[in-house]
């Protein structure tokens, strides 16, 4: 199953450290499935929106995969890929690029040639091969067809999907400069969310949270002084004040890291997928690993 991390500590920039991928210590690692893909974005200090990204499809792309990113920012969005739609290339690896904000998905959307066609001229924002990218399109049409307000972009461009193809899931992640939103949709997936006091809950510890099996790690000393927000797609360290999001909710954190939240799926998919019904690449895209 694919891994989304975003973490906010705006307005104040914060230096983090992220292993994508882990090398793997054990023989064990070998049984199971290896990642399609990594990627990294975040912000310069002017607002300049940076994504590194790469297919794991050669040794040189899990060398990349395994080495440490230093970077700095006020948001950060990390995802590690198992591929249910589109080649193992890089346009096709996550986070995507648009309008200068930065976003990342979990689960599957059928029914592309409908889409494509609810794109219209828009789909020309898209680059790659997968339905990720396509509904990132919908949400930065919708966004701009509403002033620039990014959430009500989302439940938009959420809702069209939710109510007209197949979904397994629509769990998303999403950053710009200051601000980070989320939604989960429906309960396929787990999604959770931290709001961390500076140094944690015991005061004065920097933050340093794992992913399970290796697949992803984070580290920053600045947060031993700075408060942070973080939603991920499994809870990432013992701190006991992670929680899960609703099925159908979406998140905004902006500036200040004060939250808010509210459902705006409330109800089922019109066409909702089971693991059974996807296409085998899809099941195992899906499946935790």
């Known amino acids: 199953m694919c891994r989304l ?13 992220f292993w994508l991928l882990e090398a793997p210590d054990s023989l064990s690692e070998q049984s199971r499935r290896y990642p399609d893909g990594v990627g990294l ?21 899990r060398c990349f995969a395994e080495e440490a990113k230093w970077t700095e920012s ?4 990390a995802h590690v890929r198992f591929a249910s739609t589109g080649g ?13 904000r930065i976003f990342a998905h979990n689960g599957v959307i059928e029914g592309l040639d409908e889409l494509d066609a609810e794109l219209g001229r828009d789909r020309a924002l898209v680059k790659g091969e997968t339905d ?3 509904f990132f399109a919908l949400i930065t049409r919708e966004t701009r067809a509403r002033g620039g307000d990014v959430a009500a972009g989302i439940e938009a461009a959420a809702r069209w999907i939710a109510g007209n193809l197949p979904v397994y899931a629509l769990n998303i992640v999403l950053t710009a400069p200051q601000e980070l939103w989320a939604l989960r949709y429906p309960d396929t997936h787990e999604l959770h969310m931290l709001q961390r006091a500076a140094g944690g809950c015991h005061g004065g510890r920097h933050l340093d949270q794992s992913g399970t099996d290796g697949r992803m790690r984070v580290r920053s000393r600045d947060l031993a002084g700075i408060p942070s927000f973080v939603v991920a797609s499994e809870r990432m360290d013992d701190h006991p004040d992670w929680c899960s999001m609703e099925a159908g909710e979406l998140l905004h954190v902006g500036p200040g890291l004060v939250p808010t939240r509210r459902i705006v799926l409330p109800d089922e998919p019109a066409h909702r997928m089971s693991l059974a019904d996807l296409r085998p690449e899809a099941a195992a895209s899906q499946q935790v690993t």
């Not at 975003?6 to 914060?14: C, D, I, L, T, V």
């Not at 200090?45 to 050669?58: E, Q, S, W």
């Not at 193992?88 to 309008?99: A, G, I, S, V």
Request: proline share 7%.
């Open 88 to 100: 193992l290339d890089e346009r096709n690896t996550h986070p995507f690029l648009q309008d200068g």
């Open 74 to 77: 006020t948001t950060f969005l």
């Open 41 to 61: 974005g975040y912000f310069g200090a002017d607002g300049t929106p940076k994504v590194h990204k790469a297919p794991v499809a050669a040794f040189e792309d």
């Open 132 to 134: 990720s990218e396509r």
């Open 5 to 17: 991390f975003g973490m906010s500590s705006a307005p104040r920039r914060a230096c983090a450290t």
